[in-house]
Every structure is written in structure tokens, then in C-alpha cells.
């Protein structure tokens, strides 16, 4: 062997002994075990597909106004627009607005003399001034997801209609049913005579 592969080998041989002792570290008495890193299993099964955002949504929601009641015929829609048709079967004169709120319904801020709530302190979505007994009005509301409450807000008579309990909630969200999708009627049943 030539002394000059000798000395390559010897250097080589070097390198990896110091490579080596700098690898395994010094013994300072304190024992701590090196994390090892496993293999994550590889997933079985089908790959979820995330589910698509629907398309904004118009939806029709009808509401009932009598003493002291709002009544919905639905309590959710898909964000997109509300179009509220506002019958007033009650005896007196109504109000109706959409208060867009995370608030519960019977806690929104009120007025300072305590004649319902404070129209300045919540986010009016849409509001219908009066609607006269016996009336009705129709308010297309732009609507976000997220919490609401459908209130009459009226004062009158000694009385304030939202602190005698006339709200609801009403809540938008992307899992409301599809105002577009006709229902399937479900099969029914009838036993036959005997």
C-alpha cells in the first residue's frame, strides 16, 4: 500500500470517530431518552371529500304576528336572502325587524326608559315600520350565517311588545334545508282492512 493511501485511510477513519462520538454525546448524568420519531400509518378506508359550500340561497319564510307572538313557518335558512312575508293576524298594530345578534333573545340592550330594545345598540338587518291588523308586507333581508332574532319592537298602548315576550330566534346557516328542493313525501303506511 502507498503512504499516501494510508494516510487517506487513516484520516477517513478519524473523521468517522469523531463523527461518531460527537453522534452519541457526552454522558452528563442526566439520562433523557431521545425522541424517536414512528411511522405514521398510512390511512385506510375511503379519503373524506369535503363536502361543497352550496350556492347562496333565496328563502321564502313566512311569519305570523298576533298578540304578543312571532310565529316562523321555518327557523333557518341558508345564507344568501330572506324574503320574510309578514302577516299581521293580530288585533293591534305590529312591528317586525331582524336583528342580527349572538345575544339571547330576551337579553338584547334596552331602551333607557324600558320601552323595548335599544335600536342604536343592535344590528338591524331589515325592519317593517307597522304593519296594521289585519295586513301583511313582505322584507328581503340579506343574510350571513349566524344567530337573529325576529322581534316586534312596537310600544304602544302602555305596553312594549318585545318585553312581553314577542320575538324568536331564527338562525342562518349552510346546513338549513334547501329552499329550491321540492320534499319527497315519505311513503305512509295504511293497513289494509281485514
Not at 27 to 35: C, F, K, L, R, Y
Not at 124 to 130: F, N, Q, S, T, V
Not at 180 to 190: G, R
Amino acid at each position: 500500500m502507498s503512504v499516501r493511501l494510508v494516510k487517506i485511510l487513516a484520516g477517513m477513519l478519524l473523521t468517522l470517530a469523531t463523527v461518531a462520538a460527537v453522534a452519541c454525546g457526552g454522558d452528563d448524568g442526566n439520562s433523557t431518552a431521545s425522541p424517536t420519531a414512528s411511522p405514521t400509518p398510512a390511512p385506510t378506508g375511503p379519503t373524506a371529500v369535503p363536502t361543497p359550500t352550496p350556492p347562496p340561497a333565496t328563502t321564502p319564510v313566512g311569519i305570523e304576528l298576533s298578540e304578543f307572538i312571532v310565529k316562523p313557518t321555518t327557523l333557518r335558512a341558508r345564507p344568501g336572502t330572506a324574503v320574510f312575508t309578514v302577516k299581521n293576524t293580530g288585533t293591534v298594530t305590529h312591528q317586525f325587524l331582524v336583528i342580527h345578534s349572538d345575544l339571547p333573545t330576551a337579553e338584547l340592550p334596552r331602551t333607557a326608559d324600558n320601552h323595548g330594545v335599544d335600536e342604536s345598540q343592535v344590528d338591524i338587518a331589515g325592519k317593517i315600520e307597522a304593519i296594521a291588523a289585519g295586513d301583511s308586507a313582505e322584507l328581503s333581508v340579506p343574510v350571513e350565517a349566524g344567530k337573529y332574532v325576529l322581534v316586534c319592537n312596537l310600544f304602544a298602548g302602555g305596553k312594549s311588545h318585545y318585553l312581553t315576550g314577542m320575538y324568536t330566534q331564527f338562525e342562518v346557516t349552510q346546513t338549513a334545508p334547501d329552499p329550491n328542493q321540492t320534499p319527497v313525501p315519505s311513503a305512509t303506511l295504511i293497513p289494509s282492512p281485514s
